[in-house]
């Protein structure tokens, strides 16, 4: 079997934004097709990600691309909010 792991860390410059951050794609731990394990969590100021798929490098690469997208809304939505305060 063959299996593909990837850590994604991410520093911020504060811990309130990296929980911010971890907040808005921790929904994606919860949407596991079969094969995948996925999970998102704090580290100081930093939100380290890890995912684990069995077999399909298609699923694999999908689900990074949907997290570095949904990363980069929050970071957007973030940033706006900072401005607008």
Known sequence: ??????????EYDDKKTAAAIATAVSPENSIKPPGLF????????????????????????????????SIATAEKTSLLIKKAI
Do not use: Y
Request: proline share 0%.
């Open 38 to 69: 996925i999970s998102t969590f704090i580290r100081n100021k930093s939100v380290v990600t890890r995912i684990r798929a069995e077999e399909k490098m298609s699923m694999f690469i999908s689900t990074i691309d949907d997290l570095l997208f």
């Open 1 to 10: 079997m063959t299996v593909l792991e990837a850590t994604i860390t991410l």
